[in-house]
């Protein structure tokens, strides 16, 4: 990589002084130490290879727009080793540590799976000798089981069994190529494991399936010795009318249906908890309370348009309620971190416009990790939620805790109450202050 491939110097770290150009850091300081933990190890920044280097930037209603240094090489294999080495050039710009990729995000299918497997085992050791000489890991790779016309009913939950097995024949190599480039772990995206109409789906038989080459991945995975995180990625709809993997609640719900919660959990993204009608905070907090927060899709939706657009994340009270949650647990997950699955806007198609949409990401992140930090040392929300259910601590509310408690003896407890009495036993939530509070410590942490 003699030869500079990218119009783009290296990203410093600059802090919050200078107003910025878009291509320095003011909130991402890498090697700062934050609640115990440097910067990046709190944070893991993962560039997507999909949407970074392969994504033209298409919508529902116009072609692709992007323009990039290596579509000079317009034979696809030509294309696809060339582009390896424009990514790793990318990567140490950037200075992000962790890449992730699907398969076919890699190299161009052939006529047959051997054939395919052939032309990425080609880039594959491209990225592998990169790795040795660059230190970048890979925090997951996944198999593409949703582009291909084969997909148009599904993958695991397909109703043709020849699908289904070509689809567990992918998985297979793609799990052999997730152990030599040392992947953390291991997604699964139902891109269209799911259902348009019930009146020809069988519904039950379709997730016993989907159940039934998840524990395949992971029984194959522990025969090659391949001991990554095995995670599942929720997505409420689109393309599908529903997806069996609608939100966290629900894939737990699968996972502890069929078996599979001691073996995966969950990866989870900004813009499909909004098509579910959630919040992320929401959906993080779900993962967490239930153990099974794996790893996190960085990017936000756009509430006045209603599909999955995978914009850069920049709210910063997003990204600050995010993060708030794993800041309480600890870090992202066992061997998580933030993989940027976004893209830049379709009037945004210039190369450099990719490192842009990288900093404000990976800015706005660690301003929500700065906050949220501050406030969990601080412990402002947590004497919040003690003080809001302190009327557990004792009396009634201790016996209810302690299960001493039962219908009986909370009758004659509530029989001669009063409304007067009842009505005094509530306090006002202060939501207003509370909100309040979170603006000024975004405001007065981000501005020191």
């Not at 970048?136 to 016309?149: E, I």
């Not at 919660?261 to 908890?273: M, Q, R, T, Y």
């Not at 647990?329 to 416009?353: C, H, M, Q, T, V």
């Not at 509530?414 to 409304?419: A, F, I, N, V």
Request: charge should be negative; include cysteine; hydrophobic fraction near 35%.
């Amino acid at each position: 990589m003699a030869e500079q491939k990218w119009d783009m110097d290296k990203i410093k770290y600059v802090g919050n002084s200078s107003l910025g150009s878009g291509a320095e850091f003011h909130y991402y300081n890498p090697d700062e130490v934050i609640g115990g933990k440097k910067m990046r190890d709190w944070l893991r920044f993962a560039v997507a290879y999909w949407h970074t280097f392969d994504q033209r930037l298409v919508d529902p209603f116009g072609d692709g727009t992007a323009m990039r240094p290596y579509d000079k090489y317009t034979d696809p294999m030509d294309n696809a080793l060339a582009k390896v080495e424009y990514a790793f050039e990318f990567y140490q710009k950037l200075g992000n540590d962790f890449i992730c990729f699907h398969d076919r995000d890699l190299a161009p299918e052939g006529d047959t799976l051997r054939e395919t497997n052939k032309n990425l085992d080609k880039v594959v050791d491209r990225i592998v000798d990169y790795q040795k000489t660059s230190g970048l890991k890979v925090l997951w790779n996944t198999s593409n089981l949703f582009t291909n016309p084969r997909f148009v009913a599904g993958a695991g939950t397909s109703p043709y069994a020849d699908i289904f097995a070509y689809s567990a024949a992918q998985l297979k190599h793609s799990l052999e190529i997730g152990k030599r480039v040392g992947s953390e772990n291991y997604v699964f995206w139902g891109g269209r494991e799911g259902y348009e109409s019930l009146w020809n789906t069988n519904m039950k038989l379709e997730q016993e399936h989907a159940a039934k080459m998840f524990h395949m991945a992971k029984d194959y995975a522990n025969e090659i010795g391949f001991d990554a995180q095995m995670l599942l990625e929720p997505k409420p709809k689109e393309p599908t009318t529903h997806q069996y993997d609608f939100d966290a609640a629900t894939t737990i719900a699968f996972m502890k249906t069929y078996d599979l919660d001691k073996d995966f959990k969950l990866n989870l993204e900004g813009n499909h908890a909004n098509l579910a009608g959630h919040t992320y905070q929401h959906e993080i907090r779900v993962a967490r309370e239930a153990g099974l927060l794996g790893s996190l899709d960085a990017n936000q939706g756009d509430k006045l348009i209603g599909w999955d657009i995978d914009e850069y994340p920049s709210n910063l009270y997003e990204t600050t309620a995010a993060m708030y949650e794993v800041v309480e647990n600890g870090g992202i997950g066992p061997r998580g971190g933030l993989n940027f699955d976004a893209k830049p806007r379709r009037s945004s198609f210039e190369p450099n416009d990719l490192f842009y949409g990288h900093v404000v990401g990976m800015d706005s992140f660690a301003a929500g990790l700065r906050v949220a930090m501050k406030m969990k040392e601080d412990g402002v929300l947590e004497n919040i939620v003690k003080e809001r259910y302190s009327s557990y601590d004792s009396g009634i509310g201790a016996d209810i805790e302690s299960g001493k408690a039962t219908f009986k003896t909370l009758e004659d407890y509530s029989l001669d109450k009063t409304q007067a009495e009842l009505r005094a036993a509530t306090s006002s939530d202060h939501l207003e202050q509370i909100k309040d509070t979170i603006n000024h410590y975004i405001v007065n942490v981000l501005g020191k």
